[in-house]
């Protein structure tokens, strides 16, 4: 899954825009969302950013690995949330 990808799936599963931050060059820091940033040619890096902190981060190697984790995270955060 790519970037692309990502955005489609999201939508398909109803996870709303305002959960997650695909800004992939990484120049700003949102508030309570998911996000996926590319950071140098074979880092991927996904986090939950809250008040200017960034939480559960990881690092991956390409960008399916990272792609696929934001998904599941997006999905699963989702349905713990009791969101329709």
């Known amino acids: 899954m790519d970037v692309s990808e990502l955005r489609i799936a999201l939508d398909e599963h109803g996870v709303s825009g ?3 931050d695909l800004d992939l060059d990484g120049f ?5 969302r998911y996000c996926l940033r590319r950071e140098g040619k074979h880092r991927w890096v996904t986090y939950y950013s809250e008040r200017g902190q960034r939480f ?3 690092t991956w190697i390409t960008e399916s690995e990272a792609c696929n ?7 699963r955060d989702r349905g713990a949330a009791g969101d329709p």
């Open 28 to 32: 700003t820091l949102p508030n309570d």
């Open 18 to 20: 305002d959960r997650y």
């Open 56 to 58: 559960d981060e990881q």
């Open 69 to 75: 984790r934001l998904f599941h995270a997006l999905v």
